[in-house]
C-alpha cells in the first residue's frame, strides 16, 4: 500500500512537470491559430503513441469497456477542462492562470468526501475557504483590472478536479493507458465539433484574446508552429498517463496536493519565453492557495492516521 502511495506521488509530480511543458507551447500559438486546431494536431499526434501504449499495457481490446460510458464522460470532462485552460492562457500571464487551476486540488478534497466517500474533514473544507481567499487576492474583483479570463482558469480547475476523481472511481478496472486513449479520443473528436459548429455559425473574431482563440478559423500552420502543436501530442500522452496513473494508485486526497509542484514551472516558464514577472498579489494568492492546500493535505494525514495508531495500540495490549 505504502509503495502504491509513492509511485502515485511520483507519478503525479512527474505528470504535472509534463503537463506544464503544454503552456507556453499552446500561449505560443494561441495569437495565430484556433484553440481546436491546437488540440486537433495534438490528439492526432499522440493518437498512434497512445495506441501502441495501450497495446503493450492492457491489450487493444481493453478499450472495449463495460466501461465505455463512464470513460467517455470522465474524457469530455477532461475536454472541457482543458480547453476552457488554454482559453484562459490566451488572455492571463501564464503564472496567473496556472496559481488560479491550482484551486484543483482543493476542489479534489473538497468532492472527494460526497463523491468517494473518503471522510473529509471539516478543516479540510474550511482550507478551501482559504483557497478562495487567494482566488480573490489575485483577481482583484472591483480593482479595475478584473479578467473574466479568470473565471475559466478557476472553472478548468473544477472540472479537472472532478474528472480525477472519476478516475479513482473507476481505477479499480480500467487502466491509467485507457484513460488516456478516451481522453485522446475527447480531444480530437471535440476539437473537431466545435471547430465545425463555430464555422457553420459564420463566427470567426471576437474582441477577447479567450474567446478569439475559441473562434478563430482554421489556418494552415508555418513548420515551427506545427512542430509547436505536434509537441504538445508527446507531452499530452505522457502527461494523461501519469495523472491518470497517479490518481488510481493513490487516495485523491492525499496525492492531490502534489498538484502544486506545478507551481514551480509556470512562472519559470511565464519568465523564460514571454518575459512575465509575476505581480505581488499573484504571489500571495498563490501562497495562500498552496498553504491551504498544504494545510489540507496535513489534516488529512492526522486523521487517517490516528485509526491507525489506536490500531497498534490494541494489538500491543
Not at 163 to 184: C, H, K, P, W
Amino acid at each position: 500500500m505504502q509503495n502504491r502511495m509513492v509511485l502515485g506521488i511520483l507519478s503525479l509530480c512527474l505528470g504535472v512537470l509534463v503537463f506544464s511543458l503544454q503552456d507556453p507551447l499552446v500561449k505560443a500559438v494561441s495569437g495565430g491559430y484556433p484553440v481546436t486546431e491546437v488540440m486537433a494536431i495534438r490528439a492526432m499526434v499522440a493518437l498512434p503513441i497512445l495506441i501502441v501504449v495501450v497495446r503493450a499495457d492492457v491489450g487493444l481490446r481493453a478499450v472495449l469497456s463495460k466501461r465505455f460510458g463512464m470513460l467517455t464522460l470522465r474524457a469530455f470532462i477532461q475536454f472541457s477542462s482543458y480547453t476552457v485552460y488554454y482559453l484562459a492562457i490566451a488572455a492571463l500571464p501564464l503564472a496567473d492562470a496556472v496559481a488560479l487551476y491550482f484551486m484543483a486540488p482543493l476542489f479534489i478534497m473538497a468532492m472527494a468526501g460526497p463523491y468517494l466517500g473518503e471522510r473529509v474533514s471539516w478543516k479540510t473544507l474550511a482550507t478551501v475557504l482559504i483557497g478562495l481567499v487567494g482566488v480573490l487576492v489575485m483577481v482583484r474583483p472591483g480593482a479595475g483590472v478584473f479578467d473574466w479570463a479568470a473565471l475559466l482558469s478557476l472553472g478548468s480547475a473544477f472540472l479537472y478536479g472532478f474528472s480525477q476523481l472519476m478516475a479513482r472511481r473507476i481505477g479499480d478496472t480500467e487502466s491509467s493507458t485507457v484513460m488516456a486513449f478516451y481522453q485522446n479520443g475527447a480531444y480530437l473528436s471535440g476539437a473537431v465539433a466545435v471547430a465545425a459548429v463555430f464555422h457553420l455559425a459564420g463566427i470567426t473574431h471576437a474582441a477577447h484574446p479567450s474567446v478569439d482563440f475559441l473562434v478563430r478559423p482554421w489556418v494552415w500552420p508555418t513548420m515551427p508552429d506545427f512542430l509547436k502543436m505536434a509537441a504538445c501530442g508527446f507531452v499530452a500522452s505522457a502527461g494523461m498517463i501519469l495523472l491518470s496513473q497517479a490518481y488510481r494508485m493513490a487516495p485523491a486526497n492525499r496525492v492531490a496536493t502534489f498538484e502544486y509542484t506545478g507551481i514551480l514551472w509556470s512562472p519559470l516558464w511565464g519568465f523564460l519565453f514571454f518575459a512575465e514577472v509575476p505581480r505581488e498579489t499573484t504571489v500571495l494568492g498563490a501562497a495562500l492557495i498552496i498553504g491551504a492546500g498544504l494545510l489540507a493535505l496535513n489534516g488529512e494525514r492526522r486523521r487517517s492516521a490516528a485509526p491507525a495508531a489506536g490500531a497498534v495500540s490494541s494489538e500491543a495490549a
